[in-house]
């Protein structure tokens, strides 16, 4: 990788390895991009397209690859949570951290529907396990994707001691089109009573939006002026070899 051509060798040992090899110091750090980055004399705001990887950007803006490296070192959260996923990618991995099936309810679920119980939809006959729950917003966490009623049915499961338990769960969702909190008007997360629901003055935000918007997030990302990238690059590989 070009971004450690300039770093230093040492020997090392590698796990068990008896002999050391040589190899590049990748813990070696210079602190030159940290000292520009909060200087507006030194850098632009630019926003990435849909799909553009590092690498093109640093072509679009430097007229060469190599400078990609410098986005990850100018941009904390780039640098924290990567680069930002195309719609397609970010959809995969959104379901995948989030691949199990919400019931929603305005019942106590307090001292019920615990658990390890399985929750089973009179209507639908659909059945699962329970994983988690979130009193908070009345949300029961049933393990994968279960075909409960959307709109919402009557839940039964039999609790440790043999009791049938029933809830009224309004709705059914696929956790990553659940809510995971609401806002008021100016965007502020605020809690709800989940025994009566949000009502008509708040808004839901499920993870699948909560996800997105981080990601758009991450597409305004800092980059150092074209003008000044020769004499930025030339103060840290000075310092790197130091």
């Known amino acids: 990788m070009l971004y450690f051509e300039d770093f230093k060798t040492l020997l090392y040992n ?143 499961s039999t609790n440790a001691d043999g009791d049938l338990e029933t809830i009224f769960a309004v709705s059914s969702a696929n956790e990553y089109q659940s809510e995971s909190h609401y806002i008021d008007g100016s965007g502020t997360i605020v809690d709800i009573d989940p025994h009566v629901g949000p009502g008509a003055l708040l808004t839901g935000k499920t993870f699948e939006e909560v996800y997105f918007d981080v990601n758009e997030s991450l597409r305004t990302i800092k980059i150092i002026k074209p003008s000044l990238m020769s004499t930025v690059i030339s103060g840290y590989k000075k310092a790197i070899k130091s």
């Open 14 to 156: 590698f796990g068990n390895e008896v002999d050391p090899v040589v190899f590049q110091d990748i813990s070696k750090y210079a602190d030159v991009v940290d000292q520009i980055k909060d200087n507006l004399t030194f850098f632009n705001l630019h926003f990435v397209q849909e799909g553009f990887r590092p690498d093109q950007v640093s072509i679009q803006l430097y007229g060469t690859p190599l400078y990609y490296w410098t986005f990850y070192l100018l941009n904390d959260d780039i640098r924290q949570q990567g680069w930002p996923l195309i719609r397609g990618e970010l959809e995969t991995y959104t379901k995948k951290l989030f691949p199990n099936t919400v019931l929603t309810t305005r019942n106590d679920i307090a001292s019920k529907l615990k658990v390890g119980q399985i929750a089973t939809g009179v209507s639908s006959g659909a059945s699962g396990k329970i994983i988690r729950r979130n009193l908070n917003l009345g949300q029961i966490v049933v393990e994968g994707t279960v075909g409960f009623r959307i709109g919402g049915e009557n839940i039964n």
